[in-house]
């Protein structure tokens, strides 16, 4: 971390002045995701900074562990990107349910809603606790993805993961609520610069200000002893401090907007993955010829110049076929969304 950095996770913020200046020079060598202005009434309390950096080396199809290209060219961040800025702005996700589950006549799941109760302590002191829904719909899926087949690969992929994208959507949208300054869609040069995130700070010495020097001297006092094992807890934990405060919930029920499939928890990249591992139960015969052909689709060649035949497929292990057929399917999704008219 960088000088200029490091100085920015030093200051701590107590106004709206200091705020507007603080996000201004943080512009120019981070991402901020603070808010344009708030009220500060509890003296004690201050914004402090943290920075979470993101990766820009992308793997051969475009992805890292952090961002993946989304439809339209853009980036967007992982879900476990996304956790981690959460946790540095100190949101606690506290319950996580299937509000509802609908199966078919065989017990295969055709719809989810998931409900996701977040919070996070606010500079005024109170708790802002949101809660959201996430869903799959299997046959939105049918229409949208499978244009009307049933039988699509990722239709069916994402089926077999209709739980965790119904809470991976809601998850999302109770950050998205929470940390209202977070993009959903970045440049791969924007994300070069870090993201700066707030987080509330309460400053004891502000407190210890407003007593008595008398009073004063006997908290330092008892602070002392605390620490040294010798005294009960003078100050309440974070979690005890949140649970004791103001708590303002607010209730998400807007219409859930249809997201593409990457933003609702599956990336391209883990789609294919999904689809070459189905390969695994087929027969040798269905998987060559499904390999043969994508090397004819994406015009795939062996660095070393050797043909890629049905014999030679067919001598590899089961493993290294279905790691091969994942990488010709993720070189197919890159050629696709360079295809794709802007």
């Keep these: 971390m960088n000088a200029q950095l490091i100085k920015l996770t030093e200051e701590r913020i107590d106004s709206n002045t200091a705020l507007s200046t603080f996000v201004q020079k943080a512009k120019e060598i981070t991402i901020p995701l ?20 993101v990766s820009t080396q992308l793997d051969s199809y475009g992805n890292n562990r952090d961002i993946y290209k989304n439809e339209s060219g853009g980036f967007c961040l992982h879900l476990s990107k996304l956790n981690e800025i959460a946790q540095q702005a100190g949101i606690q996700i506290i319950d996580s ?3 509802e589950r609908k199966v078919d006549e065989t017990g295969r799941v055709t719809f989810i809603n998931h409900q996701v109760r977040g919070r ?82 309460e400053d004891k010495d502000a407190l210890l200000n407003q007593l008595p020097e008398d009073e004063r001297k006997e908290v330092v006092k008892e602070l002392v002893r605390k620490r040294l094992g010798i005294a009960d807890q003078i100050y309440g934990a974070p979690a005890q401090q949140i649970e004791n405060a103001n708590v303002v919930t607010i209730i998400d029920d807007e219409p859930e907007t249809p997201t593409p499939p990457q933003v609702e928890g599956l990336t391209i990249e883990q789609k294919n993955r999904i689809i070459a591992k189905e390969f695994e139960g087929t027969s040798q015969a269905e998987r060559t010829e499904k390999i043969i052909n994508l090397v004819k689709i994406t015009g795939y060649t062996d660095p070393n110049g050797v043909a890629i035949t049905a014999s030679r497929i067919e001598k590899q292990l089961v493993e290294n076929q279905i790691n091969f057929l994942e990488r010709l399917l ?13």
Excluded: C, W
């Design 120 to 201: 996070m302590k606010s500079i005024d002191g109170s708790v802002k606790e949101v809660v959201t829904t996430g869903k799959y719909d299997y046959f939105r899926d049918v229409e949208s993805l499978g244009k009307g087949d049933p039988n699509n690969k990722q239709v069916k992929g994402r089926r077999k993961h209709a739980e965790a994208l119904a809470e991976s959507n809601a998850i999302t949208r109770v950050y998205n609520k929470l940390i209202a300054q977070i993009p959903t869609n970045f440049t791969l040069d924007e994300l070069k610069k870090p993201f700066l995130i707030p987080f509330v700070i």
């Design 34 to 53: 603070f808010p344009q202005t708030v009220q500060f009434t509890d003296p004690a309390l201050k914004f402090g900074a943290a920075v979470v950096s």
């Design 330 to 342: 993720n070189l197919q999704s890159t050629m696709q969304n360079e295809e794709a008219p802007l």
């Design 97 to 99: 349910r299937i509000l």
